[in-house]
Nanobody, 123 residues
Framework: QVQLVESGGGLVQAGGSLRLSCAASGRTFSTYTMGWFRQAPGKEQEFVAVISWSGGSTDYADSVKGRFTISRDNAKNAVYLQMNSLKPEDTAVYYC????????????????WGQGTQVTVSS
């Protein structure tokens, strides 16, 4: 069982930066692939970024590639999403999610979810 709590969301102007954090409970955090997803009002939830259990493999949605960076600290049971050059279209509720072992890109393949944190980017 893994419990996830996101933090770090807020209101930022276009071009600004935010760093989201996701704190995880559980002794086996280092065996979980971690993903970030987001959902904007009136839109479906979408994949943002993923990092393998070891941190050795990362991948991003095309819409955020080159602007966002996912990282993890297994000693602290935490995963992060550094978001730079933010755009109004990045406005959404951001969720971290966990799944055992392998990297996947669809929300249905993740077993554990946080409550989400709101990111609002003003133009």
């Amino acid at each position: 069982q893994v419990q996830l709590v996101e933090s770090g969301g807020g209101l930022v102007q276009a071009g600004g930066s935010l760093r989201l954090s996701c704190a995880a409970s559980g002794r086996t955090f280092s065996t979980y692939t971690m993903g970030w997803f987001r959902q904007a009002p009136g839109k479906e939830q979408e994949f943002v970024a993923v990092i393998s259990w070891s941190g050795g493999s990362t991948d991003y949605a095309d819409s955020v590639k080159g602007r966002f960076t996912i990282s993890r600290d297994n000693a602290k049971n935490a995963v992060y999403l550094q978001m730079n050059s933010l755009k109004p279209e990045d406005t959404a509720v951001y969720y971290c999610a966990a799944r055992y072992l392998g990297v996947k890109y669809t929300a249905a393949e993740y077993d554990y979810w946080g409550q989400g944190t709101q990111v609002t980017v003003s133009s």
